[in-house]
Structures are given as structure tokens and as C-alpha cells.
């Protein structure tokens, strides 16, 4: 069985929704998981004009990309972003994707955030009803204070349902969690919903996220343990660069450089068969 390989279009932040769709195909790949993150990269959101998200799947659907999952970050800690939240999972099921990523609290640039068990565990019940109507799935993000998928496990147990688990982000265990992701997973696989696919470079806090193949992390151990507790997708290859690159404004020669890394990224996962 074929693995289902997608890119989440914030390895585009900074670029143009168009822009990053055409750099995606342009590379080789099938499969996207759209960004919809408020106050980052928001490559398209539910309060867009109707002609727009229309112009946006129609420009997915000429460049022969589906959408397969969403980055619809939103604090779930806070009953009031929860709403936010249902009009993302609504857009998503709209755009025909089946999986729906969140952090617990803000994606970026969180203060403040009090973190509560019960309190994430009440908000995610609340959203059960949703999944089942749109047949959705929701995958934590391993992130901030859940750094790890082992935290992340224990949280998707308390809500006890088949649609909520662990959307494993292979850097950032190491980034938030200080484990190896090769080595932690085994503590959460069955618990494992997809997959961030991201590389790093450094087993530290330091923000370098490179192409995937192009940093130090064993992410074709980690694929081959998820096939072999027959686990084929999604998993979402996202770049993330250094902090520096991210954050400031982009140029048409860094377009230029995030559309080589995504060809190079393509061509180690083709040459490790994770994309057959």
C-alpha cells in the first residue's frame, strides 16, 4: 500500500496561497494540506469571499492538487476560539480534506496560556459532534506545553473518541519535548492520527527546520515503523526553515529557494520510497 504524502502550505508562509499551490505541483506532489491559521499564514480562511475560496479550489483542482488536510490552528484551551474552530472544520470538509490540525493553545505567538487537562479535554468533546457530521478527523499537533506524542496520547484517551488523536510532528518532539522521534513514537503510535513530516538540524531548541532528507533526524526510521504498524498517511512534509528566513518579508529569490527546497524534499522521499 502506497503512503499518502501531502505539504502543508505554511512551508509557504510569507508567500501567496497561488504561490505556494504552484510550487507544491510544480515539485511532484498530489496531496496538500492547506494552512489556515489566524495572524500567520492564512492561505485561505472561512471568512474569505465566497469568490475567493471558489477561485482557490479551482486553482488546487487545474493544478491536480487535493486537499487532504487543513492547519486550522486554534487555542483550543479557550471555549471562545472553539467556534473559530467548527467555521475551520466546516471550510475543511467544504475543501473535501478529511483531517484538521490544531495545537492546544496558539500555533504562534501564545501569552499567557494557562493549560488545563480537563479543561482541553471538555473543549475537544465539544467538537466530537462536528467531526462525526463532516466523517473529519482532528490531529493535536505536538507543540508547546504537549511537546510530546506521548502527552499528546494521554489527552486523546481522555476524550475517548476514534476521531481525535495524535498529529505527530517529527520535529518538534525534539524542538518542545527533548526526545528523538524514532525512539518516542513507539511510546504513541497507536494513538496516531498523521503526521508533520519536518526535519531539523540540531537536537536542541534551536528553530531549523530544513527540507526534509536535508537535516539529522531519522525520519525514514520513523516512516517505516508507522508502515509497519500499517500506517500509511497522512504524512504532511512541512518546512519550516530557520526563524530569521520565516519571519521577515520574502523576496522573489526566496520563492526561488522554497521551490527547490520542496523539489528536493520530492526527490529524497521518491529515493527512500515513501512517495512510490
Known sequence: MGNIVAVNTNSYHGF??????????AAGFKNVEIAAVRGWTEHIMPEMEEEE???????????GLTFVGMSGHCNL??????????????????????????STGEAHFGENEVF???????NIKELLPALEEYDMYLGLETHGEYGTGASLAKTAKGVGSPR???CYDTANVVFYGNVRPEEELKECMEAVKCF?????LGYDNVWNFPAVGSGELKLWEVVQYANENKFFGPFSMEVEYT????NREKTPEDLDYVNKEMKKAYAYMAEKGIIS
Open 243 to 246: 526563524a530569521e528566513f520565516t
Open 53 to 63: 475560496i471558489c477561485r482557490i479550489m479551482d486553482k488546487a483542482k487545474a493544478l
Open 116 to 122: 488545563a487537562d480537563d479543561v482541553l479535554i471538555q
Open 164 to 166: 481525535v488523536g495524535v
Open 77 to 102: 484551551m479557550e471555549a471562545e476560539r472553539l467556534e473559530d474552530f467548527k467555521r475551520n472544520m466546516a471550510l475543511a470538509h467544504r475543501l473535501g480534506a478529511r483531517f484538521i490540525i490544531s
Open 16 to 25: 501567496t496561497v497561488d504561490e505556494a499551490l504552484e510550487g507544491i505541483a
Open 196 to 200: 508533520h513530516l519536518k526535519d531539523k
